[in-house]
Structure formats: C-alpha cells, structure tokens
C-alpha cells in the first residue's frame, strides 16, 4: 500500500479487533453498488483486499473468470490465502502489492476494485490512476470509502464525539483522508476518468439492532485501546492511555444503550476507465 514515496501508515492496522470487522464484510454489504454490473467469467482485481471476504464473494459470483486479491500486509495476505483454502474458492489468488505499483500490465482487469483503501493513502488520487491503469479500457473502477465526519449515533455521547475528533486528528497527522468518502467523485475526476462514465453515490451500514449495536462497540472499545490507531494517537502525542481507556468506556456504554444507533456512510463511485 506503501512507496518510499508514499509513506503510508495503515491508521487501524492489523490487530484482531480490526480483522475482526474486516471478515464481517462481504460483497453484499460492502459493495451492492457493484454487483449489478457484474457477470460470470469477468476477471477483477481487488485493491487492498484485506482478510479477503468480500474478495472470495466476488470470486463465486465471477466464476470462471479469474480473481485476484492484493494487500500490502503479507500477514493479512496469507490469512486471506487461508480462507480461500478453507472455503475452496479456487478461482481466486492472493500476493502481496503495492498500490501505487500494481505488479500487472496495462488492461488486465475488467473490474478494478477498492473498498475502503483510499481514506488511508496519502496520494489517492495515485492510487486511482494506477486502478484506471490496469483495467481494460471501458472496464469498471469501483471504490468505496466511508465518511467519518459524516457517521452519526444516538444517544448523544461526549465520549463519541471526543472519539470522532481525535480520529480525524490522528489520520490528519498520519496524512490521510477520514473523510474520503466525500472526496471519491473529485478525486475519481482528478485521476482523468471521463466524467461521461463516471456513476457516484453513496451507501450506510447500520448498527441498531442489540447484536449489532454491541458487535461494533466492543470492536471499537478495543481498538481504542489496542489497535495501531490507539498507537498513533499516542505517538503524535494527541492522546494517552488513560483519555484512550475513557474513550472505549464511551463506547461500551453507548453499546448497552437499549435505543442506541450507529449509522456510517459511505461514498461510492462506479467509473470506466
């Protein structure tokens, strides 16, 4: 995900508490936007694929046609490779890549894939001129990224709001955008998409239900405390254990919230390269 040139440091990094969210995705609710213009015998790449879920749901839907998933952590990757060993996707292959470098010709995708890659780079706009590179011309580039500035929950609770303002000085120290999801459109246009082919939108995951409330305020209790977003705070000097700790309480306490709601937007972009 990383150059010399494009130092970038993954903000939530690799801890379970993060995988653990990450294996929750599947191409249903990360990436609906895209399945209609998918057919069987596509070939597609996806960009920053993670633990690889919604990589190996794409997979089954594009058999034949070949799937490639690619992440900069070679940890993440094998975990990955591991998943489509058990689930016996054999349509699929994972490595580890660069997204400023994809190691693949010019045109060697019909589908170019990102969820939830930009918002962490510190050159996106980079990133999706070498997406529009490897997809053949008048193949798809989707992307999708959330918004953070624009998550929103009830009850009120000071606690999430110190939380979503210091996550949004962490990703500003780090050189990142925690608000991409706003920014896909611009940035899609400033890669030299043509705006003809260009199709935004935006999409939400919801936590409202008692399992789902609780589900993602646990994950983001932990991660408050020990993930490498937790590590960055400190190391930038905007927070310290003890103010991180307050931060989980906060969201422990907004989990057991009988009326507790927790909506996150997402900015979508189907483009043609």
Request: with cysteine.
């Amino acid at each position: 995900m990383s150059t010399s040139t494009h130092p970038d440091v993954y903000v939530h990094g690799h801890q379970e508490s993060v995988l653990r969210s990450h294996r929750w995705r599947t191409a249903e609710n990360s990436a609906g936007y895209l399945l209609p213009s998918l057919e069987p015998g596509m070939s597609l790449l996806d960009v920053g694929c993670g633990p690889g879920t919604i990589t190996l749901d794409l997979a089954d839907r594009l058999a034949p046609g070949a799937v490639v998933g690619v992440d900069s952590s070679a940890a993440v990757v094998d975990i990955a490779r591991e998943t489509a060993r058990e689930r016996g996707t054999t349509n699929v292959e994972f490595r580890s890549a660069d997204a400023y470098e994809l190691p693949f010709e010019d045109g060697s995708f019909d589908v170019v894939h990102a969820h939830q890659l930009l918002q962490h780079l510190t050159d996106p706009v980079a990133a999706l001129r070498e997406m529009r590179r490897v997809a053949r011309p008048g193949g798809l580039v989707a992307v999708r990224d959330s918004d953070y500035a624009g998550m929103t929950w009830f009850p009120p609770s000071p606690g999430l709001d110190e939380w979503q303002a210091l996550y949004h000085e962490v990703t500003s120290a780090l050189g990142a955008e925690a608000d991409a999801g706003r920014h896909l459109l611009a940035w899609v246009r400033e890669a030299g998409f043509d705006p003809d082919g260009i199709a935004p939108g935006a999409g939400v995951w919801s936590y409202a239900t008692p399992h789902d409330r609780r589900w993602w305020a646990g994950l983001w209790a932990e991660r408050c405390v020990t993930s490498n977003f937790a590590a960055q705070a400190v190391q930038h000097g905007l927070a310290d254990e003890v103010g991180l700790e307050l931060l989980a309480d906060a969201w422990r306490d907004w989990g057991e919230q009988e009326d507790g709601w927790f909506a996150v937007l997402h900015g979508e972009v189907l483009a043609r390269a």
